[in-house]
T-cell receptor, first 114, second 113 residues
Framework: SQKIEQNSEALNIQEGKTATLTCNYT??????LQWYRQDPGRGPVFLLLIRENEKEKRKERLKVTFDTTLKQSLFHITASQPADSATYLC?????????????FGQGTTLQVKP | DSGVTQTPKHLITATGQRVTLRCSPR?????VYWYQQSLDQGLQFLIQ???????AKGNILERFSAQQFPDLHSELNLSSLELGDSALYFC????????????FGPGTRLTVL
């Protein structure tokens, strides 16, 4: 069956450290993979998009890797801050013909302690 | 602020009733997506419209329907409501139909009593 797995346990780290979140998937062949941030009771906010032929993408303190052989994406936040505390969702961009839809993982909650 | 608006913010209704959720996409965006988010199911894709036409369907129940109007705003209609329909409903928009980042609205919290 098709699955997207993100660590359901909250990730607690100290301010200034690097947070690494994992997204694994099975039986999907995504063209793109996206990462979103969601704060409680609010809509997800787009962070980064990486294509299947890209290995790594960076934006400020954020870095995403995409390994289509391992079927895994890693999301890194360097020099983490308490304001980075939120739930992070990975989403697979599944395209068939001229239609596409995002399939979201359950998300991993990150807590950055001062 | 994503530029996507949704109304109402909160909706409380009874089982068996029908409700309509409204979404206005960002200016210029042609695609509108609807999602349902509940605690146990996570964020589930329901349906996508692109420039007035249905483009993709996800796990949308037959009791639910949607449409996108000529001014590009969209409505999600939920009928014969059940307790399990209680959830956050998000609308998102994008400027293309595939391969794109999506901008989410603030959501409508539906409570079915």
């Amino acid at each position: 069956s098709q699955k997207i797995e993100q660590n359901s346990e909250a990730l607690n780290i100290q301010e200034g450290k690097t947070a690494t979140l994992t997204c694994n998937y099975t039986n999907y062949s995504p063209a793109y993979l996206q990462w979103y941030r969601q704060d409680p009771g609010r809509g997800p906010v787009f962070l980064l998009l990486i294509r299947e032929n890209e290995k790594e993408k960076r934006k400020e303190r954020l870095k995403v890797t995409f390994d289509t052989t391992l079927k895994q994406s890693l999301f890194h936040i360097t020099a983490s801050q308490p304001a980075d505390s939120a739930t992070y969702l990975c989403a697979l961009d599944i395209v068939a013909g001229n239609t596409g839809k995002l399939i979201f993982g359950q998300g991993t909650t990150l807590q950055v302690k001062p | 602020d994503s530029g996507v608006t949704q109304t109402p913010k909160h909706l409380i209704t009874a089982t068996g009733q029908r409700v309509t959720l409204r979404c206005s996409p960002r200016s210029g965006d042609l695609s509108v997506y609807w999602y349902q988010q509940s605690l146990d199911q996570g964020l589930q894709f329901l349906i996508q419209y692109y420039n007035g036409e249905e483009r993709a369907k996800g796990n949308i129940l037959e009791r639910f329907s949607a449409q996108q109007f000529p001014d590009l705003h969209s409505e999600l209609n939920l009928s014969s409501l059940e307790l399990g329909d209680s959830a956050l409903y998000f609308c998102a928009s994008s400027d293309r139909d595939i391969y794109n980042e999506q901008f989410f609205g603030p959501g409508t919290r539906l409570t079915v009593l």
